[in-house]
């Protein structure tokens, strides 16, 4: 059975100040492991999809990274606009699950 | 309208009530996806339809019963809930289908509360 951890499952931070959020996965095969961004009351929006290890993308001060076991998601100089809960997701090689980690929730003060 | 949108955003209903959800996709995709978020837990997919054709169904109780007219709309007929089943439904949709890789995109969600 797929598994998806995420840790920590919140971070509080002084803007300006880099952190990274981890996802730690076990699947039969990857087919693709997504992040997305929740705000409160909202559904989550997509950020990056990386699809085998090595692989990086960034957007803004968002970077993620991947490995065979692991992504990270690097936020560098958060700003108070980047608090919001953090969702990891795998897609396995048999192509008709997708397994959502619990979430990390960031909270940037200014 | 962009994106996919959902109605009603909030719901409250007793446990012998009848109501539907329903959701819009205004992307042009051909996949739509059912989603649960209760508290404290994960993300949880709930049914899968690509090109009107349910395509997966998580074990779901026969309690919530799906319907696909078409790639641009799905519903979500409740009867007779528990108060277990109180959560945040969210509705998504994807240009392929889980077996394509494809990112989805959610739309607001209809917070549940079922007395």
């Known amino acids: 059975e797929d598994q998806v951890t995420q840790s920590p499952e919140a971070l509080r931070l002084q803007e300006g100040e880099s952190s990274s959020l981890n996802c730690s996965y076990t699947?039969?095969?990857?087919?693709?492991l997504f992040w997305y961004r929740q705000d409160p009351g909202k559904g989550p929006e997509f950020l990056f999809t990386?699809?085998?290890a090595g692989e990086e993308k960034e957007k803004e001060r968002l970077k993620a990274t991947l490995t065979k076991k692991e992504s990270f998601l690097h936020i560098t100089a958060p700003k108070p606009e980047d608090s919001a809960t953090y969702l990891c997701?795998?897609?396995?090689?048999?192509?008709?699950?997708?397994?959502f980690g619990g979430g990390t929730r960031v909270l940037v003060k200014p | 309208e962009t994106g996919v949108t959902q109605t009603p955003r909030h719901l409250v209903m007793g446990m012998t009530n009848k109501k539907s959800l329903k959701c819009e996709q205004h992307?042009?995709?051909?996949?739509m996806y059912w989603y649960k978020q209760s508290a404290k837990k994960p993300l949880e997919l709930m049914f899968v339809?690509?090109?009107?054709?349910?395509?997966e169904n998580n074990s779901v109780p026969s309690r919530f019963s799906p319907e696909c007219p078409n790639s641009s709309h799905l519903f979500l007929h409740l009867h007779t809930l528990q108060p277990e089943d109180s959560a945040l439904y969210l509705c998504?949709?994807?240009?392929?289908?889980?077996?394509?890789?494809?990112?989805?995109?959610f739309g607001p969600g209809t917070r549940l509360t079922v007395t």
């Open positions: 699947v039969s095969g990857l087919r693709g």
């Open positions: 998504a949709s994807s240009q392929g289908d889980l077996a394509g890789g494809y990112e989805q995109y």
């Open positions: 992307l042009g995709h051909n996949a």
């Open positions: 339809y690509n090109f009107k054709e349910q395509t």
């Open positions: 997701a795998v897609n396995d090689a048999a192509g008709n699950k997708l397994t």
């Open positions: 990386l699809y085998s």
